[in-house]
């Protein structure tokens, strides 16, 4: 994909949703501003839109505009500073057998598969369920020039895989996926600490992790990678 605008984010045209029911909070309106999609949208100017709490997903790039909540925060690693906890350093030792290799392009039928069962047992009350092939291929399968799959293999079984941007910013986590029957290994844990050993060995500063809600028990996980920083107010804060 080619992008070839100006960097200068003010000047690009936002899209505001009609107000939908929250996937994260019960009895909640939310509503979604996009960038206009028929924008060709550099590197540049996705890392810059990446610092302002933007997120990417599929061919969006996107940020919550609700009317009456600002309860997702996005949050981001500081990978150099990253020190991980006794449970992820439990998790880490749990998983040397596995192999992880970077690449552009993926089997669409061997990771629909695992997506498929990630989906079913993880997200069957979401809007992804119940999932299909095109719709996969239009989500995971919508790689941007500076799109990377990461593949966690066990005996050159496809386990996990982590779908990351990588901007001059540091790497962005855009999703994530596991067989479930391996739910004991703690992939999408394994998955976030491998993306910050890549992220400091390649001399970037973050990880993005998208959007916490404090009050969801599905964005928990993202609390627990510390130090970390939330974007409150328009400026990123630490936190502890």
Request: hydrophobic share 35%; proline share 4%; charged share 25%.
């Given at each position: 994909?080619?992008?070839?605008?100006?960097?200068?984010?003010?000047?690009?045209?936002?899209?505001?949703?009609?107000?939908?029911p929250?996937?994260?909070?019960?009895?909640?309106?939310?509503?979604?501003?996009?960038?206009d999609?028929?924008?060709?949208?550099?590197d540049?100017?996705?890392n810059?839109?990446?610092?302002?709490?933007?997120?990417?997903?599929?061919?969006?790039?996107?940020?919550?505009?609700?009317a009456?909540?600002?309860?997702?925060?996005?949050?981001?690693?500081?990978?150099?500073?990253?020190?991980?906890?006794?449970?992820q350093?439990?998790?880490?030792?749990?998983?040397?057998?596995?192999?992880?290799?970077?690449?552009?392009?993926?089997?669409?039928?061997?990771?629909?598969?695992?997506?498929?069962?990630?989906?079913?047992?993880?997200?069957?009350?979401?809007?992804?369920?119940?999932?299909?092939?095109?719709?996969?291929?239009?989500?995971?399968?919508?790689?941007?020039?500076?799109?990377?799959?990461?593949?966690?293999?066990?005996?050159?079984?496809?386990?996990?895989?982590?779908?990351?941007?990588?901007?001059?910013?540091?790497?962005?986590?855009?999703?994530?996926?596991?067989?479930?029957?391996?739910?004991?290994?703690?992939?999408?844990?394994?998955?976030?600490?491998?993306?910050?050993?890549?992220?400091?060995?390649?001399?970037?500063?973050?990880?993005?992790?998208?959007?916490?809600?404090?009050?969801s028990?599905?964005?928990?996980?993202?609390?627990?990678?510390?130090?970390?920083?939330?974007?409150?107010?328009?400026?990123?804060?630490?936190?502890?």
């Open positions: 994909m080619t992008r070839d605008i100006s960097p200068d984010v003010n000047k690009i045209r936002l899209y505001l949703t009609e107000p939908h929250c996937s994260y909070l019960d009895n909640r309106e939310a509503t979604t501003a996009f960038v999609p028929k924008i060709e949208i550099t540049d100017a996705y810059h839109l990446s610092l302002l709490g933007f997120r990417r997903s599929g061919q969006y790039v996107y940020t919550p505009r609700c009456t909540c600002q309860a997702c925060i996005p949050v981001r690693v500081q990978a150099a500073k990253f020190k991980p906890s006794r449970q350093r439990r998790c880490l030792k749990r998983n040397t057998d596995i192999t992880v290799a970077s690449t552009t392009t993926i089997d669409l039928h061997e990771h629909f598969d695992v997506f498929e069962r990630y989906v079913n047992a993880r997200h069957s009350d979401g809007d992804m369920h119940p999932t299909s092939l095109n719709q996969f291929e239009n989500f995971i399968g919508a790689a941007w020039d500076c799109t990377r799959y990461l593949e966690f293999r066990l005996d050159n079984q496809l386990i996990c895989s982590a779908v990351v941007d990588w901007l001059s910013s540091g790497l962005s986590a855009i999703y994530t996926y596991f067989d479930p029957d391996f739910h004991k290994r703690s992939l999408g844990t394994y998955a976030i600490l491998k993306q910050i050993e890549l992220t400091e060995a390649y001399n970037l500063s973050y990880v993005y992790l998208g959007y916490w809600i404090r009050d028990d599905k964005m928990s996980y993202k609390s627990n990678f510390h130090p970390m920083q939330l974007y409150i107010n328009k400026r990123w804060v630490d936190v502890g």
